[in-house]
C-alpha cells in the first residue's frame, strides 16, 4: 500500500466513525417517534395569532363585584389566605392613588384618589419579570400571557424585584397549609415558588372567559387585542383608558377605561 | 498454612453474614408485586408496554408542552385518537391515585413530585 492510499484510507475512516452514530441516532430517534404517540404541534383555535388583553371599567366596578372577583380567583386557583405580609395575590384591591402614582394629581385636590379599583398582572407586552428570570420559569407566550412554569422556578425572587405593579407573590409557606378546599382541576403551589395572574391560560383554551371577567357583571372586558371587531377592541377606542405607570414602558395590556 | 483454624473460622462467619439476607427469608413466601386497581376504561392515552416503561417521560413531555409551548392535545399515534394534556383531567379520569399511581411508587420507594402541587380529585373512578 501507497503512503497516499494509507492516509486517504485513513481519514475515511476517521471520518466514519464519527458520523455514523449521529446518523445512527437520528434514523432511531424517527422511528421511536413514529411507533409512539406524539404532542400535537398545532396551536388551538384560540391563541392563534391572539393577543389576549383586558379592561377594567372602573366606573362599573363596585367593591362587591370586586370581592366577588378576587374570591372567584380564589377558590379557582387554590390560592391560600395568609393574614400577613407573606400573603398570596393574584388580583387585589388597590387605591388609584397607588394604581397610578403621579397620574391622580395631588391627593389633597381629587376626590377619586383613595377610591379602590382592581390590580393584576398586567401581562406586558415588554415584561421586566421575563428578563430577569435566571431559569426561564416566567415567559411570554406568543398569545401574551407572561407565564408561569412551577416546575422550573426556584424561588429567587429576581421578578419579584423587577415588577413594578407587586403583581407577584411568594411562597414562604406550603400553600395547602392555608387552603380548605382545594380544587383537583387546578394545581396548588409548593413552597418556595413565585406565583401571579396567569389570565386563567386554563379557561381560554377551553373557550371560556377568565373567572374574574365571568362574575364581573360586565364591568371587565377581556379579549383579543389584535382583532379590531373584538369587544374590547371597540371599547378602546370609544372610552379613555389609562395603563399602570407607562413612563416604564413595559407597555401594561390591562387598561383601566376612567 | 498459617493460623489456619482462624482464617477457616472467620471465612465461615463472613459467609454466614454474607447470606444473611438468603436463608433468612427461607421458607417465607415469593415477594408479591403490588397489585392495581385497573380502570374500567380501556382506551389509555397508549400501549400499557409504553405506559408501564415510559410513563414519566411521557409525563415529562407533557409538561413541557403544555405549559411552555402551549401543545394541548396530544394524538395516539397508533389509534389516531387525541387527547388533551393533563394529569389531573385526563390520566386521573380513569385512574385513581390511592389505587393506582401510589401503589408501585410506595412498593418501589419511588417519591414523584407530582402530588406537591397537583390534587387528585378525591374518590375519581
Known amino acids: 500500500m501507497k503512503r497516499r492510499q494509507f492516509l486517504t484510507t485513513l481519514g475515511l475512516a476517521g471520518a466514519g466513525l464519527t458520523l455514523a452514530p449521529v446518523l445512527l441516532r437520528a434514523t432511531q430517534g424517527e422511528e421511536a417517534k413514529a411507533e409512539h404517540g406524539q404532542a400535537e404541534h398545532s396551536k388551538t383555535e384560540h391563541s392563534k395569532g391572539k393577543r389576549w388583553g383586558m379592561a377594567i371599567d372602573t366606573k362599573k366596578l363596585t367593591p362587591e363585584i370586586m370581592e366577588k372577583c378576587i374570591a372567584a380567583c380564589n377558590r379557582a386557583h387554590n390560592i391560600p389566605h395568609i393574614p400577613n405580609k407573606k400573603e398570596i395575590k393574584w388580583v387585589w384591591m388597590e387605591t388609584f392613588h397607588h394604581l397610578f402614582p403621579g397620574q391622580m394629581y395631588d391627593k389633597h385636590y381629587s376626590s377619586f384618589s383613595e377610591d379602590k379599583s382592581l390590580a393584576l398582572c398586567n401581562h406586558c407586552e415588554h415584561p421586566p419579570c421575563v428578563r430577569?428570570?435566571?431559569?426561564?420559569?416566567?415567559?411570554?407566550?406568543?398569545?401574551?400571557?407572561?407565564?408561569?412554569?412551577?416546575?422550573?422556578?426556584?424561588?429567587?425572587?429576581?421578578?419579584?424585584?423587577?415588577?413594578?405593579?407587586?403583581?407577584?407573590?411568594f411562597n414562604f409557606y406550603d400553600p395547602r397549609k392555608f387552603?380548605?378546599?382545594?380544587?383537583?382541576?387546578?394545581?396548588?403551589?409548593?413552597?418556595?415558588?413565585?406565583?401571579?395572574?396567569?389570565?386563567?391560560?386554563?379557561?381560554?383554551?377551553?373557550?371560556?372567559?377568565?373567572?374574574?371577567?365571568?362574575?364581573?357583571?360586565?364591568?371587565?372586558?377581556?379579549?383579543?387585542?389584535?382583532?379590531?371587531?373584538?369587544?374590547?377592541?371597540?371599547?378602546?377606542a370609544k372610552r379613555f383608558a389609562l395603563t399602570r405607570k407607562p413612563e416604564l414602558g413595559t407597555v401594561p395590556c390591562v387598561y383601566y377605561l376612567i | 498454612m498459617y493460623d489456619g483454624g482462624r482464617i477457616l473460622v472467620g471465612l465461615a462467619i463472613f459467609v454466614a453474614f454474607f447470606t444473611f439476607p438468603f436463608w433468612y427469608n427461607l421458607g417465607n413466601a415469593a415477594y408479591q408485586g403490588p397489585k392495581l386497581e385497573l380502570p374500567k376504561e380501556k382506551n389509555c392515552v397508549n400501549t400499557k408496554q409504553f405506559m408501564l416503561e415510559k410513563h414519566m417521560q411521557l409525563l415529562n413531555e407533557w409538561r413541557d408542552e403544555y405549559v411552555r409551548k402551549h401543545v394541548i392535545s396530544y394524538k395516539n399515534q397508533l389509534t389516531g385518537q387525541k387527547f388533551k394534556i393533563s394529569l389531573t383531567k385526563t390520566c386521573l379520569k380513569c385512574h385513581q391515585k390511592e389505587k393506582f399511581c401510589d401503589k408501585c411508587h410506595s412498593s418501589f420507594a419511588v417519591q414523584p413530585y407530582c402530588w406537591d402541587c397537583h390534587v387528585a380529585p378525591k374518590g375519581a373512578k
Open chain 1, 132 to 169: 430577569v428570570c435566571p431559569t426561564q420559569a416566567t415567559f411570554k407566550r406568543d398569545d401574551g400571557i407572561v407565564m408561569m412554569d412551577f416546575h422550573r422556578c426556584i424561588g429567587c425572587r429576581y421578578c419579584m424585584a423587577a415588577c413594578p405593579f407587586g403583581s407577584r407573590s
Open chain 1, 179 to 236: 387552603l380548605k378546599t382545594e380544587n383537583p382541576e387546578f394545581p396548588t403551589r409548593t413552597k418556595g415558588v413565585v406565583e401571579k395572574c396567569l389570565f386563567c391560560y386554563e379557561r381560554l383554551d377551553e373557550g371560556k372567559l377568565p373567572y374574574c371577567v365571568e362574575v364581573a357583571e360586565g364591568a371587565i372586558y377581556f379579549g383579543d387585542l389584535n382583532d379590531p371587531n373584538s369587544e374590547i377592541r371597540k371599547v378602546l
